[in-house]
């Protein structure tokens, strides 16, 4: 497609349950990046994929966040056991390659507002 | 670690007012900048950005932004505002040297009366 498409928009979960969010990004961009905006905050990095491998998955909070790349092109997070503070909207950004540092030619989609009830 | 300092949390400007938006950067090394645009209701775009070179960036929609090495920072202006331009502003940085994390400011929310 012409963007990078994330689905769902919205999600609404009890605390407790079990989340998949999906991106599909442009077709051919090799590099994913999740980043997470909780209200009033600016997005904070999640993990990056550099084709099917997680390149640096330093930002993922804890152990219940894990987020796959079977084929290189689109990624779901997951995220078990899940708890209020999760709440926030995801977002998902690819680009052709990392380039000059992070940033370079990114695309963002419009992200899954996650709310857990 | 990098932060980055969005000191304006909401700004309201009349249509044709001057903006200015300020950004800060905390980091030692090498970086590159970046102004993010989130229209309401959609993903968020790249504004411009900053990797070397003339330190006065110009972007989309009449946007510009100066890289000032010195204070840390890399404050966004436009001359002249427009209701379309009603929006939340995000500064990023990244580091040059190959990090795969963009770090972002808290946003500024301009909005514009027409």
């Known amino acids: 497609g012409a963007g990078v498409s994330q689905t769902p928009s919205n999600k609404v979960t009890e605390k407790g349950k079990y989340v998949e969010l999906r991106c599909d990004p442009i077709?051919?961009?090799?590099?994913l990046y999740w980043y997470r905006q909780s209200l009033g905050q600016g997005p904070e990095f999640l993990i990056y994929f550099q084709g099917t491998g997680a390149a640096d998955d330093s930002g993922l909070p804890n152990d219940r966040f894990f987020a796959v790349r079977p084929e290189g092109s689109v990624s779901t997070l997951k995220i078990q056991r899940t708890e209020r503070g999760d709440s926030a909207v995801y977002l998902c950004a690819s680009s052709l390659a990392p380039g000059q540092g992070a940033g370079n030619g990114y695309t963002f989609g419009s992200g899954t507002r996650l709310t857990v009830v | 670690a990098q932060s980055v300092s969005q000191h304006n949390h909401h700004v309201i400007l009349s249509e044709a007012a001057s903006l200015e938006l300020g950004c800060n950067y905390s980091?030692?090394?090498?970086?590159?900048l970046f102004w993010y645009v989130q229209y309401p209701g959609q993903h968020l775009q790249l504004l411009l950005k900053y990797f070397s070179g003339d330190p006065l960036v110009k972007g989309i929609k009449g946007f510009e932004a100066e890289f000032i090495k010195s204070k840390f920072s890399f404050n966004l202006r436009k001359p002249s505002v427009q209701w379309s331009d009603t929006a939340e502003y995000f500064c990023a940085v990244s580091d040059q040297t190959g990090a795969n994390n963009l770090f972002f400011g808290t946003g500024t929310r301009l909005t514009v009366i027409p």
């Open positions: 077709s051919g961009h090799t590099a």
């Open positions: 980091y030692g090394g090498t970086v590159n």
